[in-house]
């Protein structure tokens, strides 16, 4: 009795969460319904078809780009002999520490010829691989390599080896990598809007700019909802529902790493080349900027620390409230696997597709018209960031319940413990990591997230994402230097753990 109480518990607040995340889409596709026969006539128009256009192109270059260059980096890094492998792992992180519109602005600031499609393909493939390369190196550096070796002693070749044994295994990873991916292109702004590519997401902040809540925007961003659906369509399938845990340790020994022989240097020279255009084009584009600005010190610091101090007290509180928020449906998943808790999880990412301000302005609809009393507070910016954040949770809970299989906690029960026991002393010791890695991903997301701030802040809160956005705005790019420097100072070390769960993933 106490177990079905639980699960429903579990099952009610997993409702509950989904409901919340689908607000703004009951404010959306409200606005577009009420638009009748004029929804048709807007949708067909051809600048419609364009957008369709340029947003399919850059996910149909960007999300396979990001997943072929995150997944080798992962093989190289993990399960060859690649020269200095330690260091690969952190500057392959690294891209993290910088968000995309700094990379966007550090590019067009360096050549402002390189935008429209190429550039913004460009940017975004370098800024997102990591999302792909983090859960894929992990779940090498913890996969039993006995299967590898056995194909290998059979006489597969290494690369033969690791497509009929490691890569079906790390389905998961790669496809939670993916829809990480593709839903950032969805909702991105900052990177489109420095290069000039027009999508649904730019052209919705242009509609929503002419008039508050416009029925315009709303039928474009009812566009992206599908484009949304077809992609979370597409991940369950790719996923397929293949087991990736084991009962028992397998072989807890490193894996024998596959000589390179003549690749080693065309390897070692094509991480060089990702690593110095994700990471070292902007951060040395911020430093020129800096120097240029010849600000003083004093000054500088007495102009940026509030905003420092503001954007990491919501990030973490940001960060710990998706978690939470994530964490019944991710469980449900996990443990019961139907067709009511797999939509319960889509649920929760539907609405991350949507562009920031499309969120933002759906929360702030809702609050004037039934809750004015949570009209510009804090609650309602953390609400946002966790509709908008709860992918990046969901992905990485759902890594670390896979590791965790059921029989384990079955065990444990017919042993006398209960629910609470089980959860923190056979659950979470093994989903550790990749909770932790959830908890990095989501602050440094909301550290650098833009147009939901900018809507749903309390008057007075300001974050270095809006103070570098406003200068950038006024192609002040001195101005905006140090709060770009700031951003990706703050983001180092919390990069520097994601590497550490890596590490310490066995």
Do not use: K, N
Not at 43 to 55: E, I, Q
Not at 169 to 184: F, S
Not at 307 to 317: N, P, Y
Not at 326 to 349: G, Q
């Amino acid at each position: 009795m106490r177990a079905s109480s639980s699960g429903r518990g579990v099952a009610l607040a997993a409702t509950l969460v989904a409901g919340v995340t689908l607000l703004p889409l009951v404010v959306v596709l409200g606005d577009a319904l009420g638009a009748g026969d004029a929804a048709a006539r807007f949708l067909l128009r051809p600048r419609v078809g364009m957008l369709l256009g340029h947003t399919a192109a850059l996910v149909a270059v960007t999300v396979p780009a990001a997943v072929v260059l995150g997944t080798l980096a992962a093989w190289l890094v993990e399960r060859t002999a690649l020269p200095g492998a330690a260091l690969w792992r952190t500057l392959l992180l690294a891209p993290l520490a910088v968000p995309a519109f700094v990379s966007a602005y550090a590019w067009v600031s360096v050549a402002p010829s390189m935008t429209g499609f190429a550039g913004s393909a460009l940017v975004t493939t370098l800024a997102y691989f990591p999302f792909v390369f983090l859960p894929a190196a992990a779940m090498l550096r913890v996969l039993d390599p006995g299967d590898e070796e056995a194909a290998r002693s059979l006489g597969l070749s290494p690369a033969a080896a690791m497509r009929r044994t490691v890569l079906p295994r790390l389905r998961p990873a790669l496809t939670g990598g993916a829809l990480l991916v593709g839903l950032h292109l969805l909702a991105e702004y900052g990177v489109l809007e420095m290069m000039r590519f027009q999508t649904f997401t730019t052209a919705v902040m242009q509609q929503y700019a002419i008039g508050f809540s416009d029925v315009s925007g709303s039928l474009l961003a009812s566009v992206l909802l599908v484009l949304c659906l077809l992609m979370l369509t597409a991940e369950v399938v790719a996923r397929g529902r293949r087991r990736v845990s084991r009962i028992g340790p397998g072989a807890q020994r490193p894996s024998t790493p596959v000589p390179l022989g003549a690749w080693t240097v065309p390897a070692v020279v094509l991480l060089l080349v990702v690593v110095v255009l994700a990471v070292g084009v902007p951060v040395a584009t911020v430093v020129r900027w800096l120097v240029a600005g010849r600000t003083e010190l004093g000054a500088l610091a007495g102009d940026v620390a509030p905003v420092v101090v503001s954007t990491v007290g919501l990030a973490v509180l940001g960060a710990l409230a998706t978690l939470v928020a994530a964490l019944p449906a991710a469980w449900l998943l996990s443990r019961r696997r139907t067709v009511a808790s797999l939509l319960l999880e889509r649920a929760t990412f539907v609405a991350s597709a949507l562009p920031g301000v499309v969120v933002g302005l759906a929360l702030v609809t809702l609050s004037v018209r039934w809750a004015p009393g949570i009209y510009q507070t804090l609650g309602l910016l953390v609400v946002g960031y966790a509709i908008g954040f709860i992918p990046r949770s969901m992905v990485a809970l759902r890594a670390g319940l896979a590791a965790s299989p059921t029989e384990l906690s079955d065990a444990a029960r017919s042993l006398g413990l209960r629910g609470p026991s089980r959860l923190v002393r056979v659950v979470l010791p093994l989903a550790a990591p990749s909770v932790l890695a959830g908890l990095v991903l989501v602050a440094l997301a909301v550290g650098t997230e833009l147009t939901a701030t900018l809507l749903l802040a309390p008057t007075g809160v300001d974050t270095l994402a809006l103070a570098f956005w406003r200068a950038a705005a006024e192609l002040d790019y001195a101005g905006a230097a140090p709060y770009a420097a700031a951003m990706i100072a703050l983001s180092a070390p919390a990069t520097l753990l994601l590497r550490r769960q890596i590490v310490v993933a066995r």
